[in-house]
């Protein structure tokens, strides 16, 4: 049985960071693409971030640009996201999600598994 674990979320004020952690388990995680997607407060689930299996290619939403990076350690069986210069519109829930795929899909429905979520709050 798939699972993803996210963690890291939290109150955080504007310029400020965090990094989000997703665990994964039940599945070959190599063999993998792994996306980061956000909700927030009456708005339709969106796109973050995503990387391959192996970790040799990322894509970024242009929002998040210079600001977000996504990574991954095989080894761990875990995919990161390091937010930096926060800001309140970022407040959202954050989800990770599991595709297998050679590619890196930047849409909800060509996932597969899906984590419970993590709140990030950005004060201003």
């Known amino acids: 049985q798939v699972q993803l674990v996210e963690s890291g979320g939290g109150l955080v004020q504007a310029g400020g960071s965090l990094r989000l952690s997703c665990a994964a388990s039940g599945l070959t995680f190599r063999r993998y693409a792994m996306g980061w997607f956000r909700q927030g407060p009456g708005n339709e689930r969106e796109f973050v971030a995503a990387?391959?299996?192996?970790?040799?290619?990322?894509y970024n939403v242009d929002a998040v640009k210079g600001r977000f990076t996504i990574s991954r350690d095989n080894a761990k069986n875990t995919v990161y996201l390091q937010m930096n210069s926060l800001k309140p519109e970022d407040t959202a829930v954050y989800y990770c999600?599991?595709?297998?795929?050679?590619?890196?899909?930047?849409?909800?429905?060509?996932?597969?598994?899906w984590g419970q979520g993590t709140q990030v709050t950005v004060s201003s």
């Open positions: 990387i391959t299996g192996i970790g040799g290619s990322t």
């Open positions: 999600a599991a595709v297998r795929s050679f590619d890196y899909p930047s849409t909800a429905s060509e996932y597969n598994y």
